[in-house]
């Protein structure tokens, strides 16, 4: 089979195609023929070797293709990488089958990060209608999701917070009821103001000085769930000072808590593939591109220059096949 293969970490540069053979499957596991492979921010970093992974590896943590055993259209979480290549060894436990309705590309761009989304709104965000909720980066791969299913849910007002003029226009298309810069000197203020006295929810991905803002724009017994963002140093989080004075909550997420309870993740992934098939949610693919133009997804994708998902059809080597 045909893989992207790195044999060394570094820039996106590291990525070569290669023949290589077909992936062993344990008890638990099935092999896939994939279709399509999303591409993560998580990548990027594993491409560096942070975390460092043995050599050679394949990355990609999702894909949507055929299962052999059954010949069922799935889509699947790699925990351990392998999904830029034509054939993955999948664990059947983070497997589920796409419904009818749903074509590759949605499914594998809806299967993480549409997951990532419902559940840090639903699990751990415990959202309730009428709530406002803010949605930082929210052109981003999880970002637009969140907006649009927190809108599915009855939120209101969705703020979104994205860095351009033209990614603000986009999460305003998606639903948001308004969109800032989070560049503004003011952002807490508008943010009180467009969520009448502050925010019940923040969704953030970002973390840095956008998370400390966040802290203030929040009402209070609002909170924030941070989904792999980090909080800004070199000062700590306060509990008393931060949390305690203004009485609000932080939440972590991860999404791998949700794949490996097989019943949530059933749940999450119903949820997010019911809201697509009624046409409530669409996953934004911002460009499909092949094996060899892994790396430079890669470097658009640093650059911040990508609006949405970014997805590999592994089928194919160069543009044009």
Do not use: C
């Amino acid at each position: 089979m045909r893989a992207v293969v790195i044999r060394r970490f570094g820039g996106a540069g590291v990525f070569g195609v290669e023949s290589v053979p077909e992936p062993a499957v344990a008890a638990g596991e099935s092999l896939v023929d994939v279709a399509v492979a999303g591409v993560n921010f998580a990548d990027l970093s594993h491409r560096t070797g942070v975390p460092a992974r043995p050599l050679p590896a394949v990355l990609g943590a999702e894909i949507a293709g055929v299962r052999r055993s059954d010949g069922r259209r799935v889509a699947a979480l790699l925990r351990e990488g392998g999904g830029y290549a034509e054939v993955a060894a999948v664990r059947d436990a983070h497997a589920v089958v796409i419904p009818d309705g749903i074509d590759d590309l949605q499914a594998a761009a809806l299967l993480e990060q549409g997951g990532t989304a419902y559940a840090a709104l639903t699990a751990a965000g415990r959202i309730r209608p009428g709530e406002s909720v803010v949605v930082t980066a929210a052109a981003g791969g999880v970002g637009h999701l969140a907006v649009q299913v927190a809108k599915a849910l009855g939120a209101g007002p969705v703020v979104g917070i994205a860095s351009t003029g033209p990614k603000r226009a986009f999460v305003a298309s998606l639903g948001a009821d308004v969109t800032f810069d989070p560049a503004s000197p003011g952002l807490a203020e508008e943010v009180r103001e467009a969520t009448h006295g502050g925010a019940d929810l923040v969704i953030d991905t970002v973390g840095g000085p956008l998370m400390r803002a966040a802290l203030r724009f929040l009402r209070p017994f609002g909170r924030v769930v941070s989904v792999g963002s980090r909080y800004p140093g070199p000062d700590q989080l306060s509990i008393d000072d931060d949390l305690g004075v203004p009485s609000v909550g932080v939440f972590g997420f991860w999404m791998r808590h949700v794949i490996e309870d097989r019943a949530l993740y059933e749940k999450v992934t119903g949820e997010v593939f019911g809201m697509a098939l009624r046409g409530e949610i669409v996953a934004a693919v911002d460009r499909v591109v092949t094996m060899h133009e892994i790396g430079a997804a890669h470097e658009a994708m640093a650059a911040r220059e990508t609006t949405g998902k970014v997805l590999v059809d592994v089928r194919r080597t160069w543009a044009g096949q």
